[in-house]
């Protein structure tokens, strides 16, 4: 609901004045930082826009200084003396737009000497902005599409139903032979939980993940009640909509007998399930069940030698993208390497990467339909771009590939490496391993798709 404007700088004061009380991270960003600008020249937004506003410090000043004027004594005392400034509309719109320009990516607080994790503090000023009614297109139409129907691209049962079967006609087509990919299967073993991207765009992604449950022989299944790894209540709403999301999830497991979760290709819905499900279910904590990542569970078969992986078939050079929620917030690096390496033939790193890694400029959902940032996009990337020249796999006659194991990455990055004319292919982990995967007696292997 909209706060009327007369209302929203009370609004705002009064919610903000509740998160800070309540979570010691705001008060010790709030108090802590010494403005020392290291997180600066970190910050590819910054490096994109050279906006003041639009670095880690900046950010967090646009919320530092309203805390200053309301919540300390010597704020209220000498006011701008000591960096303190009255709440107005026009700061709240800032807050609209320069909180929805960070994409969350915590490389800041990785360099930060305090740990001050600035990310907490765009989280803080989205959750107010929620309050207030002021969202960005994307994220309320997600938020619709989520309460509807459980996931964020509005994607209903039968549309999914034909979705699955159309790709698994392609792969018979392509294969040889028709892996089932199961829709609200009961007594399954296993819930897959995809990104409703990976209907609209990422159709290889879904076919890779099918082909891999069919090797390895599972009963699995994924739920039409929850067809989205990804989570925009952990980007702009907590309280309600994430909430939302995990107790569906977690209540249609529980329905169709499941033993495992097992999440696919988003780099934030894993971040939100991996760190948040627990505390954010409304769900009876006496049933929980193991939730894993795809990439875990390829990478487990890999090492104990169960998947037959043939590099050839992937013959163009790649490089890899790690998602930042991946790879800064969940340790989830070496993973990817593991099934890199056994599926390609060609792998070059980008550096810095791991937990170093720069963000693909449009992570946390900084995609929405808006004239004045699409040019954005191109600005947040640029660093990005750099790093995957540096790789020279797109130097070749023929694109090379960059693989994007996170639905929001890809999303950007489709458009983004027109834009820097960066001549490669935008693949996700689950896609290259669909195509490595060896089905001997089962595949007509004339007819493996070479890269």
Known sequence: MQVPDEEKV??????????????????????????CGLCMENCHTFLGTRDPDDSPVGRADLIRKVWKRY?????????KLVGAEDLTLETINKWLAYFYHCTECRRCGHVCPFGIDTCEITMLGRQVLYWLGMVPALHADSDW??????????????????????????IEEERGFRPEFPVDKPDSDIVYVPSSADFMLNPDTLKGAALFFDYIGANWTITSRMIEAGNFGYLSDQYRTQRELV???????????????????????????????????????????????IHDEIASYIVTNQL??????????VTLHDPCNYARACGHVENMRIIMRACVSDFREMYPNGEKNFCCGGGSGVLFDDEEMYPMRIKFSQKKAEQIRETGVGDGPEPGILCAPCSICKAQFYPMVEEHELNVEVKGLIDLVGKA???RGKERTNNANKH
């Open 437 to 439: 995967l060896v089905f």
């Open 308 to 317: 037959e992986l043939d590099p050839s078939r992937i013959t163009q050079p």
């Open 145 to 170: 599409a989520i309460h509807r129907l459980g996931n964020n691209m509005a994607l209903t049962k039968s549309g999914a139903v034909d979705t699955v079967e159309f790709l698994m006609d392609e």
């Open 71 to 79: 919540f300390t004594v010597q704020g209220r005392l000498f006011g």
């Open 247 to 293: 107790t569906r999830l977690l209540e249609s497991a529980q329905q169709l007998g499941a033993k495992k979760i097992v999440w696919g290709e988003c780099g934030h819905g894993w971040r939100a399930a991996k760190q948040y499900i627990r505390t954010m279910a409304d769900v009876n904590p006496v049933w929980h069940i193991p939730i894993v990542h």
């Open 10 to 35: 009370r609004v705002a004061i009064e919610r903000l004045g509740e998160q800070i009380r309540q979570r010691r991270s705001y008060m010790m960003a709030m108090e802590t930082c010494v403005k």
